[in-house]
T-cell receptor, first 108, second 116 residues
């Protein structure tokens, strides 16, 4: 059974800092991995989708990497802004198993 | 136009009642999902339909019954509501599904169910 762990559970950083969120999964036989953000009281917004054949994906200030063999993915956020404050979740596998998320606060 | 829309957004009801949540997507996707987010914010898949056919059915009480009249709609009916059913229920859709995995998921805003 796939298990997904996200570390840290919460992170607070000053504006402008670069940061890394981590996602690890137990079953490396995945098709793809997705990163989402969730704002309070809202649904999830897809940030990046990495196929199993890819090593990384970039969108603006976001860069996600995938190492299938070690069961890890990272989400790198450059030059963080207060608007980046949200909960970030990763999901893997055909049954879309989610981690518990990292709650990010970027302080002005 | 909202891509994935759910109604109602809030639902407060008594134990034992039956309620439904509706979901519609206008993205032309083949696959739709229901997720439950509990009080600890943990998201868990409940059901997935591909072109009106059930493809994922997690260990969910049979009081929960999804219905997909067409590939743009996936409704969730809950019988004999219990206190533990209180949660936020999210509908989502994606371009394709199957054993190979999913495409990019698009989520609705959620339906917050409170059972008293």
């Amino acid at each position: 059974k796939q298990e997904v762990t996200q570390i840290p559970a919460a992170l607070s950083v000053p504006e402008g800092e670069n940061l890394v969120l981590n996602c690890s999964f137990t079953d490396s036989a995945i098709y793809n991995l997705q990163w989402f953000r969730q704002d309070p009281g809202k649904g999830l917004t897809s940030l990046l989708l990495i196929q199993s054949s890819q090593r990384e994906q970039t969108s603006g200030r976001l860069n996600a990497s995938l190492d299938k063999s070690s069961g890890r993915s990272t989400l790198y956020i450059a030059a963080s802004q207060p608007g980046d404050s949200a909960t970030y979740l990763c999901a893997v596998g055909s049954r879309l198993t989610f981690g518990e998320g990292t709650q990010l606060t970027v302080n002005p | 136009d909202t891509a994935v829309s759910q109604t109602p957004k809030y639902l407060v009801t008594q134990m034992g009642n039956d309620k439904s949540i509706k979901c519609e997507q206008n993205l032309g996707h083949d696959t739709m999902y229901w997720y439950k987010q509990d009080s600890k914010k943990f998201l868990k898949i409940m059901f997935s339909y591909n072109n009106k056919e059930l493809i994922i059915n997690e260990t969910v009480p049979n009081r929960f019954s999804p219905k997909s009249p067409d590939k743009a709609h996936l409704n969730l009916h809950i019988n004999s509501l219990e206190l533990g059913d209180s949660a936020v229920y999210f509908c989502a859709s994606s371009p394709f599904s199957g054993a190979g995995g999913t495409g990019e998921l698009f989520f609705g805003e959620g339906s917050r169910l409170t059972v008293l």
